[in-house]
């Protein structure tokens, strides 16, 4: 892997994992341009170093709510903080049964399976359009919605499946308030990512080889930095309704992918 790819592999990861356009999906595509010749521990380093990325981006966009989070949490105090934290935890619940259960599956998802990638884009394109009909959201997040957003989430584990457009429109579909909508999406898988990281690395499933530092390092900033951006910037289109037009992008990707694959 050259810096390049990895610089262009980390700027595609920081604006698809917060654009609704699946960055998963996005990933195996340009693995498949580049030659798909990465190694089972190559691919799955490179992945965990931009998913790492991502995860800070979104830290740091959030930096002020975690923060608070965190010290109502160690200060034991009951009210929003802890409301907030237990429906994060109830909706991390269907995908991490779904990691542990039925990980040689998911494993094998990613594999080249360019088809499989279109097919799942057209359908993050349906449910983006359809969340952007929706004109009243005024209901708060309950303990029910956030268990449904997380099944969701579990879903989108699916290369082309968006899993903030998902998520997103799913909360919106449940006429859900387009911030809290948007805020819960972004800090709900911040576990998700940094449990499936250490799980990578205490498995020993990380190999680290220093000729790919230079790389990694090019990956990983260049995600970063977009990932703020993207994150930042799907927040305000979420409130704009303008979930619509990622919808067209990803029905065209995905009529393209799957001519391709064919």
């Not at 010749?37 to 800070?56: F, K, N, P, R, W």
């Not at 907030?84 to 109830?90: D, E, G």
Request: aromatic share 12%; charged share 15%.
């Amino acid at each position: 892997m050259s810096a390049l790819e990895s610089l262009i592999l980390g700027i595609f990861q920081g604006l698809t994992e917060f654009l609704p356009v699946s960055s998963s999906g996005h990933l195996e595509l340009l693995k498949a341009i580049f030659g798909n010749d990465y190694s089972g521990e190559q691919s799955l380093l490179i992945t965990v170093t931009l998913h790492s990325a991502t995860a800070l981006s979104t830290i740091f966009v959030f930096r002020k709510d975690i923060q608070l989070i965190l010290s109502d949490l160690f200060c034991f105090k009951t009210g929003e903080s802890l409301d907030f934290t237990l429906k994060v935890l109830i909706s991390m619940v269907p995908a991490v049964l779904a990691g542990f259960f039925l990980e040689d599956l998911i494993s094998s998802l990613f594999d080249g399976k360019i088809l499989l990638v279109g097919v799942m884009l057209i359908i993050t394109a349906f449910l983006l359009y359809m969340a952007d009909q929706i004109n009243e959201n005024n209901i708060s997040l309950n303990f029910k919605n956030a268990f449904i957003i997380g099944l969701i989430q579990a879903v989108a584990i699916m290369p082309g499946i968006s899993r903030s457009g998902s998520t997103i429109a799913i909360a919106l579909l449940l006429k859900i308030d387009k911030d809290k909508a948007a805020r819960f999406s972004f800090i709900m898988v911040i576990p998700l990512i940094l449990g499936s990281m250490a799980k990578s690395v205490i498995e020993g499933d990380v190999f680290f080889e220093s000729e790919s530092f230079i790389p990694l390092l090019f990956g990983f900033f260049s995600a970063f930095i977009t990932g703020i951006f993207a994150c930042k910037w799907m927040i305000k289109l979420v409130k704009k309704s303008q979930l619509k037009y990622f919808s067209f992008y990803c029905v065209i990707l995905g009529l393209v992918t799957i001519l391709y694959s064919i």
